[in-house]
């Protein structure tokens, strides 16, 4: 698993690679973004297209919440708390588009996949670069939180069951996610 997340990140790394010596929005004479929200609810996503939108947005806006929530660096028992909170939240909302996805035939699989792509490239390079940072500190100061924090490169794996049951056989059993 260490190895996946190890390449999930490299991986991040690349596609920003470059992104990250833009000024701050701030800097730009333009006001900061505001938090991400999810454009398409879960429970309004009907089209294969929109789950994976769903999916991607809802990527955004967890790495967002990671960032904010880690901002200052709080010490390691609050940051496991609030992980733990985002990534309740987060792993429920996928769930809920997994199981519309898992209903899909593979052509539309396949575009719900090509859409959580899309979305998961729109993490802004100031949240990954962030979001980077908050990783390698808090490896070093308690690595299980290091690997809550992880978990989270590869949460889109709660939408796609079939990867789930892949890469972490036991939480896809404890979800219940079986046929």
Same mark, same amino acid.
């Given at each position: 698993?260490?190895?996946?997340?190890? *390449?999930?990140?490299?991986?991040?790394? +690349?596609?920003? =690679? *470059?992104? $990250?010596?833009?000024?701050?929005?701030?800097?730009? *004479?333009?006001?900061?973004?505001?938090?991400?929200? @999810?454009?398409?609810?879960?429970?309004?996503? %009907?089209?294969?297209?929109?789950? $994976?939108?769903?999916?991607?947005?809802?990527?955004?806006?967890?790495?967002?919440? @990671?960032? =904010?929530?880690?901002?200052?660096?709080?010490?390691?028992? @609050?940051?496991?708390?609030?992980?733990?909170?985002?990534?309740?939240?987060?792993?429920?909302?996928?769930?809920?588009?997994?199981?519309?996805?898992?209903? +899909?035939?593979?052509?539309?699989? =396949?575009? @719900?996949?090509?859409?959580?792509?899309? *979305?998961?490239?729109?993490?802004?390079?100031?949240?990954?670069?962030?979001?980077?940072?908050?990783?390698?500190?808090?490896?070093? =100061? %308690?690595?299980?939180? $290091?690997? +809550?924090?992880?978990?989270?490169?590869?949460?889109?794996?709660?939408?796609?069951?079939?990867?789930?049951?892949?890469?972490?056989?036991?939480?896809?059993?404890?979800?219940?996610?079986?046929?």
């Amino acid at each position: 698993m260490r190895h996946i997340l190890l *390449g999930v990140t490299t991986l991040m790394i +690349l596609t920003c =690679a *470059g992104c $990250g010596d833009a000024p701050a929005p701030e800097e730009q *004479g333009t006001p900061p973004r505001p938090a991400t929200t @999810v454009e398409v609810p879960a429970q309004d996503a %009907d089209t294969p297209r929109a789950i $994976g939108e769903a999916v991607g947005a809802l990527y955004v806006d967890t790495m967002e919440q @990671v960032v =904010a929530a880690l901002e200052g660096t709080p010490e390691v028992e @609050v940051a496991k708390a609030k992980l733990a909170e985002i990534r309740a939240r987060a792993v429920d909302n996928l769930v809920e588009l997994g199981r519309k996805r898992a209903a +899909l035939d593979d052509a539309g699989k =396949a575009v @719900v996949t090509q859409m959580v792509r899309s *979305g998961i490239r729109r993490v802004p390079a100031d949240v990954f670069k962030a979001y980077s940072a908050a990783h390698k500190h808090y490896m070093a =100061a %308690d690595p299980e939180t $290091g690997e +809550l924090l992880s978990s989270f490169n590869v949460i889109t794996q709660y939408a796609d069951f079939d990867l789930l049951e892949k890469q972490a056989p036991k939480e896809f059993e404890s979800l219940d996610l079986g046929e």
